[in-house]
């Protein structure tokens, strides 16, 4: 990848980039969290399949690209991505994962080398906290980060495209914001389409399926003032909603807000 | 400006433009209206006012860009304005004029021959009717088009920016949406800058000011669905009301409704 080369070009073996530092923390098992970590770089959500099943879910991730877009995805058995990162090993370098077994969590392992196959492949999602760093960016304040607590999501009537075993509803965060700032947070995320780009839905939480605003299905509830849109982007949970809805027999995941931390950076994702 | 430089160049004066057909309709007074006139041609509001407050106005523009994109502009005591048309008479290619003494309308005329004067300075401001023809390009419904009656505008407690004797509050006119067709209009007409850009507010009219949604200031009402949101884009009836306000002791405006139509293209407004 063109950013990538560019990142490597200038890489000092003797000064790691952020990004790589906390890999190698992550690889150390000194890392807890990778909230804040490394900041400017891309996080991503992980999701690892038998070859068997990746077909289908990469064509699901195609079919439905603002819950499901790809930044990278590794060979078939090859548990490194140069394209994401130097030296980056999807096995040890994010501080924790889910293995599932017939969409059944049986395991939160800190490293899945002794659960390397040789017929995985390993997808890395855009998630949102590049385009969070945008937002705060152009001084749009976010409602959860402000709270300190995990942005609320919530499963929404909006199906998902099919795709073999892999079906269900988009599942959407959501971050209530002033009418002037949600217009300015349409623009500002229309450029980042590769993480989960412009909102899917805007004030009227009951017409996508949400009962109760006040009771996300995942993540924390957070106030909305009564000058405040809720506003819904595309979340990256429903790939993992997906794949455990599916009970496909194996699959790996990072666990909940423990990302992978690539060397592409957030600016770089940008259209426009 | 190059634009039009462009247009001139492919100008046979056998077939002359669509636009130009339309203003020669206005000269012979032969013209109605200029709703649904020579389609894909940029039409504007138009403002004329004496040397003396010109640069006021001028300012007052500069400051409020949202509701007074100056499209073009005369040179003073010069009807033609080449930059935006060929064979251009502002006196006279309008279907019909409203003229202002001291803030009052004194006189619609069709032309404003008998009215021109060495010192007067015409501006021709941006109107929706461009960002309009976009968003139907992408399947968006509008639906005071579909209804067949005026767009609603309202007062709004926005404040402009004032300019010397300029000053008021911004007038805003309203689309109601479903959300995702909402989101989807405020990516097309960002594109517009130059005919009022991305909406100022959506969904909560009364935090801008407006006490009843059914009772437009100007223009007609129209229905909104329960699934649907009230997007609202800043209006050029803002400097109109702005100029009447102001009470200046000689103005002419455009008639509602009756625009100027000019040599430009819709489309070559888009900045991306």
Same mark, same amino acid.
């Given at each position: 990848?063109?950013?990538?080369?560019?990142?490597?070009?200038?890489?000092?073996?003797?000064?790691?980039?952020?990004?790589?530092?906390?890999?190698?923390?992550? !690889?150390?098992? &000194?890392?807890?969290?990778?909230? *804040?970590?490394?900041?400017? /770089?891309?996080?991503?959500? +992980? =999701?690892?399949?038998?070859?068997?099943?990746?077909?289908?879910f990469h064509?699901f991730c195609q079919?439905n690209?603002?819950?499901c877009?790809i930044?990278?995805?590794?060979?078939?058995?090859?548990?490194?991505?140069?394209?994401?990162?130097?030296?980056?090993?999807?096995?040890?370098?994010?501080?924790?994962?889910?293995?599932?077994?017939?969409?059944?969590?049986?395991?939160?392992?800190?490293?899945?080398?002794?659960?390397? !196959?040789?017929? &995985?492949?390993?997808f890395?999602? *855009?998630?949102?906290?590049? /385009?969070?760093?945008?937002? +705060? =960016?152009?001084?749009?304040?976010?409602?959860?980060?402000?709270?300190?607590?995990?942005?609320?999501?919530?499963?929404?009537?909006?199906?998902?495209?099919?795709?073999?075993?892999?079906?269900?509803?988009?599942?959407?965060?959501?971050?209530?914001?002033?009418?002037?700032?949600?217009?300015?947070?349409?623009?500002?995320?229309?450029?980042?389409?590769?993480?989960?780009?412009?909102?899917?839905?805007?004030?009227?939480?009951?017409?996508?399926?949400?009962?109760?605003?006040?009771?996300?299905?995942?993540?924390?509830?957070?106030?909305?003032?009564?000058?405040?849109?809720?506003?819904?982007?595309?979340?990256?949970?429903?790939?993992?909603?997906?794949?455990?809805?599916?009970?496909?027999?194996?699959?790996?995941?990072?666990?909940?807000?423990?990302?992978?931390?690539?060397?592409?950076?957030?600016?770089?994702?940008?259209?426009?």
């Amino acid at each position: 990848m063109t950013v990538f080369a560019a990142e490597q070009q200038f890489h000092d073996a003797e000064r790691p980039l952020p990004s790589h530092q906390a890999r190698l923390a992550c !690889r150390a098992g &000194l890392a807890e969290t990778t909230a *804040g970590v490394a900041p400017g /770089f891309v996080q991503g959500n +992980l =999701a690892i399949l038998p070859e068997k099943y990746a077909a289908a879910f990469h064509r699901f991730c195609q079919l439905n690209p603002k819950p499901c877009p790809i930044v990278g995805m590794s060979d078939v058995g090859n548990p490194m991505i140069p394209s994401l990162g130097i030296d980056l090993d999807i096995r040890t370098d994010l501080p924790r994962y889910r293995v599932w077994r017939d969409g059944e969590l049986v395991e939160e392992p800190t490293d899945i080398v002794a659960h390397w !196959r040789d017929d &995985l492949v390993a997808f890395v999602i *855009g998630c949102s906290f590049s /385009f969070e760093e945008a937002l +705060l =960016a152009d001084d749009i304040p976010i409602r959860h980060i402000e709270e300190k607590v995990r942005v609320p999501m919530y499963r929404t009537n909006i199906p998902c495209e099919p795709a073999g075993p892999f079906s269900g509803p988009m599942v959407v965060s959501m971050r209530p914001l002033k009418p002037k700032d949600a217009i300015r947070a349409i623009q500002v995320t229309s450029r980042f389409p590769s993480v989960h780009g412009a909102p899917v839905h805007i004030g009227l939480p009951q017409s996508i399926g949400i009962a109760d605003i006040a009771k996300p299905d995942y993540g924390d509830p957070v106030p909305i003032g009564p000058d405040e849109l809720p506003v819904f982007w595309a979340c990256g949970v429903t790939p993992q909603a997906v794949i455990a809805a599916a009970k496909v027999p194996f699959a790996i995941t990072h666990a909940p807000g423990l990302m992978l931390v690539t060397d592409l950076k957030n600016k770089h994702l940008a259209v426009l």
